[in-house]
């Protein structure tokens, strides 16, 4: 009988199984035709409109459903641990500069070069700015961003000692596909820090007499000074700031006000050559990360709080007046205090309008480096369509048009420089910034200088001495004929000025007005450029950072709660001590009362 009751069932479901079937069918291979490649990214750093654009080019060029899965991170090392576990593998993903050193160290990844070497990456090679990058004959001996920062890649052997031998001959240029690039600088509010803190610098006598505009513009020299940093730490600014709930950002902060002097042009014992200043700004030794333990926790008493992605709002809305920044954070948040709407096109009245500035300090900054790298699969992955998109994809960000599209959506500055004769990144640079074809004396406007980001070439690849450039709204208008039509272009040209066989790319604005505080953050002016360092994985000393960083954060009880517990106690212990006095009296007493009674 029990026989039969599963031979009914085994029936019963093959049945259910055959009028079921084609529908389980349909949705199977429907489900199996579309290829979906996983993409990991941090928070609020793409143009998600970009990834349907991706989708329908594919469907359009290759007749193939592409689906791309995005989801995101909030940090560095919140990604690395879910890459560490396992649970979860991605197709391709984005990070920092150390972090893909960190994940190439440890055998996480592979290479793009059969990607480069197999024209995959054309759209890349083509227009990455020879500052961050450089393929080719030039790759080997390039001072690129990318080609200078080394990788180790683990060999397989062993030394003599069993330490693990790396093959160093690789560089970051090899192992990621860069994405967007900034510094870490100073974000304020001068005319609130006057508004909150005016009667604390007024007790300086070399701030007694200034008027509050007078005191605005002071301020505003002493973070592009060489001083900027410290004044973190100083009593003016207590409460006014928030700093990066990043251990590695806010570690930058600290080295350079331990070294402060090391860093300083002014200063006898001023650091002559980048090599030796970039080491000194990576040094993580027991002794450095103690004593940048202990200026950051005189620090912590300085500030409002730590935070990660919050500051960026909290100046906007005047909870705070400093924050340490991201670059392409302090573009968003220099828009939005000037621009009343969502569309940045309605401004605001000028009493309700929030000026924000953006400094690197003179003694330099941290500069990142954000990019895309691919996470180690097996060997028959690379022939895979799943490989082919998520490369195919890439290029597709780096379409020129589709990367101003991105700077346009996250404020951050893209890595794409226009190497061959594409205009997309001037054009749109010019658009926002150049106030020079609006104002009636273009010579009364500042000259900033970014010439070192931009290499247009002829046609025989030959540096250009001459260029025309058009600039108009690359939303609106699908080129400049276009916007030539309703006479909605600007026209510039630039020349080699000082004959050095390139063309000098210079912006001419207002360094105070919105344009000119904005483009400050995206670009960094060229005489900046030997002061931006760059930060490396540190290896073995990963861990006692962490721990310093712990250190920092713990909060204290306050003294008045200490002060409270230790007469708490104090008074508990003296209580228990009397008591057990009072016991061993009253016993004693009555043991001789009953000695007493029993003699009696």
């Not at 007078?214 to 700093?243: D, H, M």
């Not at 990066?244 to 950002?249: F, G, H, I, T, Y």
């Not at 000082?498 to 953050?521: F, H, M, N, P, Q």
Request: include cysteine.
């Amino acid at each position: 009988m029990k026989k039969m009751f599963l031979s009914t069932k085994a029936f019963l479901c093959l049945g259910l199984f055959g009028i079921l079937a084609p529908s389980i069918v349909s949705c199977g291979s429907e489900t199996d035709s579309a290829t979906y490649i996983y993409v990991l990214n941090a928070e609020d750093y793409i143009d998600e409109e970009l990834l349907t654009e991706f989708e329908n080019l594919v469907k359009e060029e290759d007749g193939k459903d592409v689906k791309v899965i995005y989801e995101t991170y909030d940090t560095n090392e919140t990604m690395y641990n879910t890459l560490k576990t396992g649970k979860q593998t991605y197709d391709v993903l984005c990070c920092s500069d150390y972090m893909i050193q960190r994940l190439a160290r440890e055998n996480m990844l592979s290479s793009f070069d059969d990607a480069f070497n197999e024209g995959m990456l054309d759209n890349y090679k083509n227009y990455v700015s020879p500052f961050l990058a450089q393929y080719g004959a030039n790759q080997s001996e390039s001072d690129a961003k990318l080609n200078s920062i080394s990788v180790e890649i683990p060999t397989g052997e062993t030394d003599s000692e069993g330490n693990i031998i790396y093959d160093t001959s690789k560089s970051l240029a090899d192992y990621a596909v860069g994405y967007m690039w900034g510094t870490l600088g100073i974000l304020y509010n001068p005319s609130l820090i006057v508004e909150r803190n005016g009667d604390l610098f007024r007790k300086l006598p070399e701030y007694a007499s200034l008027s509050d505009e007078e005191l605005e513009k002071a301020i505003v020299e002493s973070f592009k000074s060489v001083n900027g940093y410290s004044n973190l730490w100083a009593p003016e600014y207590n409460k006014t700031q928030s700093i990066k709930d990043s251990m590695r950002d806010t570690y930058a902060i600290g080295i350079f006000e331990l070294y402060k002097d090391l860093f300083n042009p002014e200063s006898p014992t001023y650091l002559p050559t980048y090599n030796e200043r970039n080491e000194q700004f990576n040094k993580c030794d027991d002794k450095t990360i103690e004593g940048v333990q202990e200026e950051l926790i005189k620090l912590k008493e300085n500030i409002f709080g730590f935070e990660v992605d919050s500051g960026k709002d909290d100046i906007v809305t005047q909870k705070i007046a400093v924050n340490i920044a991201w670059s392409g954070d302090a573009v968003n948040s220099i828009g939005r205090g000037y621009y009343a709407d969502d569309d940045w096109e309605e401004v605001r009245d000028e009493d309700s309008q929030v000026v924000l500035y953006y400094t690197v300090p003179k003694i330099g900054a941290n500069v990142w480096f954000d990019a895309w790298c691919l996470p180690k699969h097996e060997d028959s992955y690379y022939t895979s369509d799943e490989y082919k998109y998520t490369i195919k994809f890439l290029d597709f960000l780096n379409d020129p048009y589709n990367a101003v599209a991105n700077m346009s959506y996250n404020g951050y500055t893209s890595f794409i420089g226009s190497t061959s004769n594409d205009q997309n990144i001037l054009t749109y640079t010019l658009y926002c910034y150049d106030l020079s074809t609006s104002v009636d004396d273009p010579d009364s406007l500042d000259t900033y200088d970014i010439s070192y980001y931009f290499d247009f070439v002829d046609e025989n690849g030959d540096p250009l001495t001459e260029l025309t450039v058009y600039s108009y709204d690359q939303f609106e208008y699908d080129s400049y004929e276009d916007a030539l039509v309703d006479d909605a272009c600007d026209e510039y040209v630039f020349t080699d000025e000082d004959g050095d066989g390139k063309l000098d790319i210079k912006i001419r604005t207002d360094l105070s007005s919105y344009e000119g505080r904005s483009l400050v953050a995206q670009y960094p002016e060229t005489s900046n450029i030997p002061n931006l360092y760059v930060m490396r994985d540190y290896k073995n000393q990963n861990d006692k950072i962490v721990t310093m960083w712990e250190n920092v954060k713990v909060n204290p009880l306050p003294v008045w709660v200490v002060v409270l517990l230790i007469v708490f106690l104090v008074g508990l212990f003296g209580y228990l001590g009397s008591y057990k006095l009072i016991k061993k009296y009253k016993v004693k007493k009555r043991k001789k009362l009953r000695e007493e009674l029993e003699n009696n």
